[in-house]
């Protein structure tokens, strides 16, 4: 007979992938997952995708970094990343903690008191939990003594961010995606729930099913089309021009709503003077959507009793990123559907915890809760909570620090659970950056891209083999509960922070990491309330809940927007295009993104036997009219290039795309596809344009 492995513990926590914060428990025997299963969570009610479900032994892999490494004298930072661990140790060397937390500490510290404390620059994460983050932008803050401190929010929602925060004051989704079985009609513009957001994409069917009226506007095809009442395939990079098109409706067939707007906003007379000159009829030609599908879709939006707009990256990646956002904002302002159940304006939150980490303060421009550093009194307030004198000069952001590593101004970088070398945009220039700092410190699970370029490598923790709490897409702070040990000599994010703080001179000492919360508390207005007694008991809380004993509000701006006077902003736009366009030697569109099995860089779905097993190679997909085009046929390999690098892949043949764009993911390492994308930003969210660059492919090459 075949002898079952029963677990001998089961540990509730939360899925460590995507910004739906779907709970789970680990089902654990031995130090070791056996398998998960789907809680009864607020966002998920038992419901699991592939990666919640099987990817969960990326943790027991071989290849997981179990003691610190130090780079071996005279090995120069170039040549090609090896995923093999037999070379591993042919370009490092084994350490003590000691010695690596002293090298590591003391090379910061010593840029930081020759050259001043604007030559060092960290980078947090989205993966780690709220209580990292918090510690992280407190040692750069604290430590390093300014604010170069940054994570890949930067890359995803900065300029949803930016335009939400000038728009309604609040960066965070006015209600959780569960509202979408209260609304009549659902808009999903630049996103693709089904692949990026599982289970929310499956609530928005159930929605649909029970007669929510489901617009898709994408210039990819995605599986949800198939639900839609109407999909709008506009042209890409052409969202400002429809938006506007639509809103150019409403004001002419006098579809807003005067109240709300007379009570609740200012501005709306210079939109209104703006989308005067987007008529549907000027639009469509632009767009590519006839002016009946633009005009039918405003009324409905318009006039139904809750619609409720969701977005993803397709939205925000773009030079033009905050003006997007700034339209959907508008749509949903002078409608009035906002603060109501089943309305509203949700940024789909990718990372598990990109929420969390923004709110905890890792970024640049901000304190916790979205305190400005250049506010004197959100200066004071933290200087008084930390003990220190704080700089009040906004610090870089992502791709700005690689410009400044370029400037010689940042020669020293720690790095925490990020791979910029993967993710950043034109990522040769990111990696030539990071190979040319003086000193490199990064904080990981595996030898990531990153780490390959780095001086000391500290060991680190999975999301299993942690405390701690995590911030969905819908504001809900949950419990992630520590399941295994980390292998080896790795440790715990959190004491390795405050071993590297106490390098730099800082005194810390938190105990449990309820500790590091109670700060977070004590410092941050929205979570003022949530305690981890209760965290310990729920498992989840959603803010803003400001005193203890409140619910917490799934559904905010009811009465008034955190605006100085309660009143939410128009802010018009118009039309900007891609700072790359094609032409005759570059003359397609690269549009990146995510598949359904693998996360962002890889670094852990790669390393997950089901999910590797479903997605192994690096592939391209590409319509079968540029496939004929140049004579390939399926599974046949391209090479595609850009004016900024070149990588050989197998070309899918897929037509959610229009001819003319390829779209590929970012999860590749043999074929990292941001050595092409460009690094031009939106001047307001300062994130890169990722949704458009172009490119020229030809057949053959070599994966
Ligand atoms: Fe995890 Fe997101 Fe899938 Fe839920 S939908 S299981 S949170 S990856």
Redo the contacts with the bound molecule.
Sequence with gaps: GVALDLPDKRVDSV?P??G???QLTYNVKDNKILFVEGRDGPA?HGR??V??RYGFDYAHHPQRLRTPLIRREGMPKTGDFTMDPDRVLEVFREATWDEALALAGGSLKRIRDTRGKHALAGFGSAKGSNEEAYLFQKLVRTGFGSNNVDHCTRLCHASSVAALLEGIGSGAVSNPVMDVTQAEVVIVIGANPTVN????ATWIKNAVRAGTKLIVCDPRRSDLERHAHRYLQFKPDTDVAMLNAMMHVIVTERLVDQDFIASRTIGYEELEKNVAGYSPEAMAPICGIDAETLRYVARLYATSKGSMILWGMGVSQHVHGTDNARCLIALALMTGQVGRPGTGLHPLRGQ?NVQGASDAGLIPMMYPDYQRVDNPAAQAKFEQAWGVKLDPKPGLTVVEIMDAIDAGAIRGMYIMGENPAMSDPDANHARAALASLEHLVVQDIFLTETAYLADVILPASAFAEKTGTFTNTDRLVQLGRQAIDPPGEARQDLWIIQQMACQLGLEWNYGHVSEVFDEMRRTMHSIGGITWDRLERDGAVVYPCVNEGDAGQPVVFTDDFPREDGRARFVPADIIPANERPDADYPLVLITGRQLEHWHTGSMTRRTAVLDALEPDPVALVHPLDLERMGVKPGEVITIESRRGKVALYARADDSSPAGAIFVPFCYYEAAINRLTNAALDPFGKIPEFKYCAIRATPGGEV
């Design positions: 899925c992938y995507c739906v914060g779907c998920n699991l995708c990666k919640g957001h599982p289970v929310a598990n």
